[in-house]
């Protein structure tokens, strides 16, 4: 079955960086976009940055363009988000998503605290 784990997230100071990365397995991961995602406790789950299966294709949230980077490794089924010049509005879970099979994916998350 399809498995995403997040991992690297933690308490950074504003204007840190921070690298998460997003294993994946049960499915054909060079074949399938991924995406990352952030949600606030009382807020909705919102899109941060996307990459098409073959990594060519990218695309942010304008809240993070310039300063986020999303990039994929299909040799090791990994999607990572680096994370630069961090704010404390960039706070929250972080969690990676794929569509396979008609179904959605979400992995646990992994918690970025931005603060000083």
């Known amino acids: 079955q399809v498995h995403l784990v997040e991992s690297g997230g933690g308490l950074v100071q504003p204007g840190g960086s921070l690298r998460l990365s997003c294993a994946a397995s049960g499915f054909t991961f060079s074949s399938s976009a991924m995406s990352w995602y952030r949600q606030t406790f009382g807020k909705e789950r919102e899109l941060v940055a996307g990459?098409?299966?073959?990594?060519?294709?990218?695309g942010y949230a304008d809240s993070v363009k310039g300063r986020f980077t999303i990039s994929r490794d299909n040799a090791k089924n990994t999607v990572y988000l680096q994370m630069n010049s961090l704010k404390p509005e960039d706070t929250a879970v972080y969690y990676c998503?794929?569509?396979?099979?008609?179904?959605?994916?979400w992995g646990q998350g992994t918690q970025v605290t931005v603060s000083s």
């Open positions: 990459i098409s299966s073959t990594g060519g294709s990218t």
């Open positions: 998503k794929t569509t396979w099979g008609g179904r959605v994916y």
